[in-house]
């Protein structure tokens, strides 16, 4: 009951407050002639229509964690909608809102909690395998996923996706990768001489992206342990 409620808070609230701060962050720039009072219209209408989708696509939200994703990524949507046409195309506007987004969830508590974490790997892909294996499972049901390891490093294989499953639903799938954006608070700080494990960038990519499935690619590195 209790892990249930801190997915949902976590997923939802929390993730939800910073999507809200990265549309205010992104209407500000797109309109800085707005008055207040019209930025508030603008973000009154963004949560009506999020609500609305919230309502209308509850069939999706089938445990704590996807009740969550719902909440923010229908923000996202409504936004979408609303901010498309200060964009000259849909592309610009992905690329607008995706770095709000990694810059509103990347807050300093967040960075070392992700930092913390990434220093019990030690070096080890198997272990970071573990500890991957288990993060997974808070994303809920509707996610699936396959992940190898060796002595050499590991790879992540999402196959489901929820985000993806729900852009692609409205007709937006290249909306995941703002989503995906909010991977890059960890894989980007990933040290080889502080974790003992680096990304690969070039096998990197998702659904959002066009790809069949969703590559994570991590090899071991330098580890020091004084770094």
């Keep these: 009951m209790i892990v249930n409620l801190i997915r949902h808070w976590f997923f939802g609230h929390y993730t939800l407050r910073a999507t809200r701060r990265a549309v205010k962050q992104l209407l500000r720039d ?15 209408r963004i949560a009506a229509e999020a609500n609305r989708h919230r309502r209308q696509d509850a069939s999706i939200a089938t445990d704590p964690p996807s009740t969550g994703h719902l909440e923010w990524t229908s923000w996202m949507l409504a ?20 770095i709000k987004m990694e810059t509103a969830h990347g807050t300093p508590l967040i960075l070392f909690v992700l930092d913390r974490l990434m220093k019990q790997f030690h070096g080890n892909p198997k272990r970071a395998a573990k500890v991957f294996e288990i993060l997974l499972q808070q994303y809920g049901n509707f996610f699936a996923w396959d992940i190898q390891a060796d002595e050499n490093g590991m790879t992540c294989t999402i196959t489901r996706c929820w985000y993806f499953h729900f852009f ?5 799938p290249r909306l995941t990768t703002c989503a995906c954006r909010l991977d890059g608070l960890w894989f980007n700080r990933m040290d080889a001489a502080r974790h003992g494990l680096q990304f690969n960038h070039e096998r990197y990519t998702t659904k959002g992206y066009g790809s069949e499935n969703c590559i994570f690619p991590i090899e071991r590195g330098g580890f020091n342990s004084r770094a």
Excluded: C, M, W
């Design 168 to 172: 692609q639903t409205h007709g937006v």
């Design 30 to 44: 797109q309109r800085p002639a707005a008055s207040r009072r019209e930025r508030r219209a603008t973000l009154k």
């Design 79 to 98: 936004a979408y909608h609303e901010l498309l046409n200060d964009f000259d195309n849909e592309q610009a506007f992905i690329d607008a809102l995706g």
